[in-house]
């Protein structure tokens, strides 16, 4: 039987994340991977 | 029984950070759970796609794909992969650039959801990632994704009908939204009990000492 898809939720608003860990970790940016990703900086319009 | 603590990961299939920066995660979850009475850890995978504009068919190399399209000159290119394959290679993952498919993922990100709604997505983000890094594998042809399914155990048929029915394109979408509100940029990104956030391919280390700092958040608030 073919399992019904949940429904998807809405987007919440930006949490503040306490960023934790070395800031120069290596990460994938635009196809890019070799350079540490910059912090999230959540959308402005969202409370 | 103690409530498992929750990591959400924004990954790609094509990050060949993330892939990294999964077995680092899989070592910190395992050295903290070594640890007596520690709460389980739920690992959920979100999606994200790195180049939207990859086509599916892309005839050409890594380093062709990232001159061409992200305007790197080759040397710089031939560079970057050289020194993530040699990290790769620390944590056991044989990366092979010359045998790597370049396409657009978001078919496999597709697959995720659907191995997902079957209680499989762990498997099936393992599978994807190896046969994208390591094995050579086209993730962005239905067929072959539908292949990769049946390799662990999912209904081969059942998979392709949901990858040509778009039947997860909503959830993958929404997804991207989400990272898009969370102001995510850059992959693999952890979000750790719904709090911390954790960027790029951390040591074991890192991810060990935050599922520690939720362990004594939580006994303190008990306490």
Redesign the interface.
Known sequence: MTPTPTPVPEPSAPPAFEMVGDPDAEACVDGVCAVPAPAPAPAADLK | MTEPIKIDVWS?IA????YI?KRKLEAGIAAFGAEPDRPAVEVEYHSFE??PDTPVDFEGSAVDF?SA??G?PADQVTE?LA??TG?AAEVGLAYDFDALHQTRTIAAHQLLHYAK??GRQLDMKERLLRAYFVEGRHVGRLPELADLAADIGLDRD?ALR?LEQD??L??V??DL??A??????????F??D??????????PE?FH??LQ?VVDERAAVTS
């Open positions: 790609d990050c060949p950070w993330c920066g790195l180049s990232l399209h992200k790197m970057m020194h993530v990290v709604a079957h059942d949901s039947e997860y909503a959830d979408q929404a939204q989400q898009g509100v969370y102001g995510i940029t850059g992959v693999p990104f979000v750790v719904g709090k911390y956030g954790v960027s790029g391919a951390q040591a890192t000492q935050v700092r």
